[in-house]
């Protein structure tokens, strides 16, 4: 078994989405280690001295293994290409990414990918989508990994669930990516002619 991880973004001295990333690390490892203590990163994280923005990776199985800072700059995705794995699992975020690795060769010329699960659309290979209509944003309902920054979103009615099918993507006008370290909004482009199939 690979070790998992949180990625947690700090900004200026704030932590973000905190209570998430404790939920779904403390949910993990009730998962592979039952009955285990739950722990607060809150007594880990040691706020690092740099301004703007910093990625926070926790690294852990039952324990705490390793916690890394460094500074974070944005990957510009203005394209991406569609790709198909039925097959892929990825509900827990660790540091097995072999393949979405093999996924993302896939992309081309293209920024990233799109990934297509049993005819349904899921997640790029570094983050969640929405998908504009026009009057709502719709999260795909069956995401490889249910993202902090998603549970948030949701929680604030910001976007909605729904099943997305490959046939029914192009309805959509907009896309919009989003991680624990890219804010909603911060990359969002149109459907047609950025998404190649």
Known sequence: MCPF????????????????????????RNVFWKDCAPINLIDYIR????????????VYEKEIKEIVYAPYS???????????????????????REELNRLYVG???ADD????????????SIAN??????CEWHTPQTPLLKGTQRAFLLDRQIIK????????LFTYSRITLFNAM??????????KKHIIV
């Open 113 to 124: 990918v799109l990934i297509v699960r049993n005819e349904l659309i899921t997640d790029t």
């Open 5 to 28: 991880i949180e990625s947690i973004r700090i900004e200026n001295g704030v932590i973000y989405n905190l209570p998430y990333h404790n939920e779904r690390l403390n949910r993990t």
């Open 47 to 58: 706020m690092p001295h740099e301004k703007g923005i910093v990625k926070c990776r926790i």
């Open 161 to 168: 669930e729904k099943e997305i099918t490959l046939k029914q």
């Open 74 to 96: 944005m990957r510009e995705i203005d394209t991406l290409r569609i790709v198909y794995s039925d097959g892929i699992n990825y509900t827990y975020k660790s540091t097995d």
């Open 129 to 134: 989508v929405a998908f504009y209509d026009g």
């Open 182 to 191: 890219i804010e909603f909004g911060q990359i969002e482009f149109p459907v």
């Open 107 to 109: 992309r081309g010329d």
